[in-house]
């Protein structure tokens, strides 16, 4: 059982992850690209106002980095607070040797976007999996997909009520406080939802309906001052094709995982 939970895991996170790898490079990557412009020009233009950056200016390839949001995909994008940013090439160069080795524009950030995304496809094809064999469910497309959908909600839809995803150039909380607050964010909500759709008395319910709205009681970390270089309409459209992205990666994860599922039972 063991062995068919990992093979099954591996290849529709795989499957999963490739396919949501090339929705997200035409989707949320052009815009992570068009607002780091917007970020790496903003400190060049002395008096100009947060927001108005100037859309042709070039991204250097010392100033990228790997970057982790809120919604649980990894995107590669702009390393915030990098010395690089603000300095000029020849004061940057001691930074760059610092902070080794980044991908460089290209295909080498797409490549590893796109490895990021396949093991985070993966990772949560194993969860999805295991809840299912725990909670005694049958493995099958229809089931997952309900699966699917509540694990959308935990991990998309309830923590991004509190973190939204972001741009490079928003202003954004401590790192550590919003990962812990993601983190357990979605605990609450994926258990708090199991006890809402499993569970049968009035206590139970309403408990798990407070143990939703914990988290969000408590509130994300936010900044002390809300400050950005990026548009609000591009930061707007960037956090709905976020979620679509999401969503997307769910319901892609959990078809993978029930027709796969399913065949290894046929040929068993």
């Not at 160069?93 to 396949?118: S, Y």
Request: hydrophobic share 55%.
């Amino acid at each position: 059982m063991l062995g068919r939970v990992l093979w099954v895991g591996l290849l529709a996170g795989l499957a999963a992850g490739l396919a949501t790898a090339v929705l997200q490079h035409v989707t949320t990557t052009p815009l992570i690209l068009v607002a780091e412009t917007y970020e790496t020009a903003a400190p060049h233009q002395h008096g100009a106002l947060p927001g108005h950056g100037v859309a042709g200016a070039v991204v250097p390839s010392a100033v990228l980095a790997g970057r982790a949001l809120p919604d649980g995909a990894v995107r590669v994008a702009h390393n915030h607070g990098t010395p690089a940013a603000t300095a000029t090439d020849a004061s940057a160069a001691p930074a760059e040797a610092d902070e080794g080795w980044k991908p460089a524009d290209g295909w080498q950030r797409t490549a590893v976007t796109a490895l990021a995304t396949v093991l985070t496809s993966i990772g949560w094809a194993l969860v999805l999996i295991a809840g299912m064999l725990i909670a005694g469910d049958r493995i099958t497309v229809r089931n997952a997909i309900g699966w699917g959908a509540a694990a959308f909600a935990a991990t998309g839809l309830a923590t991004g009520l509190g973190l939204a995803p972001e741009l490079p150039g928003s202003a954004a909380g401590d790192l550590v406080a919003r990962q812990v607050w993601w983190i357990g964010t979605a605990a609450a909500s994926a258990a708090g939802l199991y006890g809402l759709l499993r569970l049968h008395s009035i206590g139970a319910r309403i408990g798990s309906l407070i143990l939703i709205a914990i988290p969000h009681l408590v509130g994300a970390p936010h900044p002390a001052k809300y400050e950005s270089t990026v548009p609000a309409e591009l930061a707007a459209h960037f956090a709905a094709s976020s979620l679509a992205l999401t969503a997307a990666m769910w319901m892609l994860i959990a078809c993978a995982v029930g027709m796969i599922w399913e065949r290894s039972a046929h040929r068993a």
